[in-house]
T-cell receptor
C-alpha cells in the first residue's frame, strides 16, 4: 500500500522568510504532483514532476523530485501572504494511469 | 470556455436517501476521477474511469456508484449504504494523450447528511 507523508502538517511563517515542505512516499514511483488548495476551494495544479532529478520553479515556489530517496520538496522563497494555502503532494501509484495517492496536506500561513 | 463543472455546489441529504452528484467536462479528456475530502485531510480516490463505458474502484468505493456513458460526464451516486457521506466531493479529469499529465479539478460539491 502506497503511503504519502508530508511534513510539516502546519507551518506558520513570516513574510520574507524561506522554508521547505517535504513529501515522502513509500513505494517506487517516478511521477509526483503538487497542488494548492485555498480554504473552501478546489485544487489548483502547481507542478508535475516526471523523472528523477526533476526541478520546476514558478515564482516563489520550487519543487524537486528524488525518486531514489522517494522524496519531493516544495521550497518557498521570500514568502508573501498570498502564498497562504494548503499544499498537497500526490504520487501516481500506477505510472501512466494517474491513480493518485495524496498526502495529508501542509497548511501554510504567511504572516505579515 | 473549457473546464470542469460540478453541480450542485451544496447538497443536503436525509439519511437513507440516494443522491447523485454531477460532473461534466468539455476538455475532451478521456480519464475522469472522483475524490472525497474530509476536513483537514487529503483526498481519497472513490472511482476512476480511463475510457467511456469502463471504470474502476478506488480506495473507498463502498457505498458509491458511478457510470460513464458519455465522455463528458461522470456522475457519482452516493447510496444509503455509505455510512458517513458528509464530505467535500471533487471531480477531476485528465488527458491521456499529449504531454499534459496533470489532473484538473472541478469546483467541488459539499454534501451534508441531515
Amino acid at each position: 500500500e502506497l503511503k504519502v507523508e508530508q511534513n510539516p502538517l502546519f507551518l506558520s511563517m513570516q513574510e520574507g522568510k524561506n522554508y521547505t515542505i517535504y513529501c515522502n512516499y513509500s513505494t517506487t514511483s517516478d511521477r509526483l504532483y503538487w497542488y494548492r488548495q485555498d480554504p473552501g476551494k478546489s485544487l489548483e495544479s502547481l507542478f508535475v514532476l516526471l523523472s528523477n532529478g526533476a526541478v520546476k520553479q514558478e515564482g516563489r515556489l520550487m519543487a524537486s523530485l528524488d525518486t531514489k530517496a522517494r522524496l519531493s520538496t516544495l521550497h518557498i522563497t521570500a514568502a508573501v501572504h498570498d502564498l497562504s494555502a494548503t499544499y498537497f503532494c500526490a504520487v501516481d501509484l500506477l505510472a501512466g494511469r494517474s491513480r493518485l495517492t495524496f498526502g495529508e496536506g501542509t497548511q501554510l500561513t504567511v504572516n505579515p | 470556455d473549457g473546464g470542469i463543472t460540478q453541480s450542485p455546489k451544496y447538497l443536503f441529504r436525509k439519511e437513507g436517501q440516494n443522491v447523485t452528484l454531477s460532473c461534466e467536462q468539455n476538455l475532451n479528456h478521456d480519464a475522469m476521477y472522483w475524490y472525497r475530502q474530509d476536513p483537514g485531510q487529503g483526498l481519497r480516490l472513490i472511482y476512476y474511469s480511463q475510457i467511456v463505458n469502463d471504470f474502476q474502484k478506488g480506495d473507498i468505493a463502498e457505498g458509491y456508484s458511478v457510470s460513464r456513458e458519455k465522455k463528458e460526464s461522470f456522475p457519482l451516486t452516493v447510496t444509503s449504504a455509505q455510512k458517513n457521506p458528509t464530505a467535500f466531493y471533487l471531480c477531476a479529469s485528465r488527458s491521456t494523450t499529449g504531454t499534459s499529465d496533470t489532473q484538473y479539478f472541478g469546483p467541488g460539491t459539499r454534501l451534508t447528511v441531515l
